[in-house]
């Protein structure tokens, strides 16, 4: 998703539309839990904290998420 979600938000109409790696980052962090591995699970809970507050990008590659940080500049 190349649009950051600060953007997303102020348009009424993108509230009708599903983001799938919102939902796939969660199914992700209950994955790992439920492995007991609980470090790798918090940091994929952190990179959805800072998806949702538009501070990375994330990019999916074979079923990964590769997380970029954003540029404020």
Known sequence: MAESN?????????????????IKLKQLVKHYKDLGQRDVALQIDECLVAYLAGDVTIIWQEGLPYVKFTDEN
């Open 6 to 22: 600060k953007e997303k938000e102020s348009d009424p109409a993108s509230s009708n539309v599903i983001d799938f790696t919102v």
